[in-house]
């Protein structure tokens, strides 16, 4: 079983804060995703993502056109990976977590699980399920 620290996947030095929107601003998130948007963005993302799944849908709504990535980060992957792995229901719980993220509008999905739900999409025939 592969797995990735979360202690030490952060920044190396200095903090988040300087490209983190703070905790509960979505309208600044909105904000700038616009923003982004306007000067010409192809792709905006969300990071990270299963916490936000209300930004992605209304970025989603709002930019039906545009393409949106949803990073599920580090952390998200330890817990999930923890929790899937305790749980004894791996694989429906990797894949629920990935299918809110689609429903919630992302076009993009980008995170740690990658090489399973490859593996998964290869031995069923290209169709991702529980």
Request: with cysteine.
């Amino acid at each position: 079983s592969s797995g990735i620290n979360a202690e030490y996947g952060g920044p190396q030095f200095g903090d988040r804060k300087t490209y983190q929107l703070p905790l509960g601003s979505s309208q600044l998130g909105l904000f700038t995703t616009e923003r982004d948007i306007q000067e010409g963005a192809d792709i905006v993302m969300v990071k990270p993502g299963m916490f936000y799944l209300d930004v992605v849908n209304a970025i989603k709504t709002r930019h039906a056109n545009n393409l949106l990535a949803v990073y599920q980060v580090s952390g998200e992957y330890v817990m999930l990976h923890d929790y899937a792995t305790k749980s004894g229901n791996f694989k429906n719980i990797v894949c629920e977590s990935l299918f809110s993220l689609k429903r919630a509008g992302a076009d993009i999905l980008i995170n740690y699980f990658t090489p399973l739900v490859l593996k998964w999409l290869h031995e069923n025939g290209g169709v991702l399920t529980p």
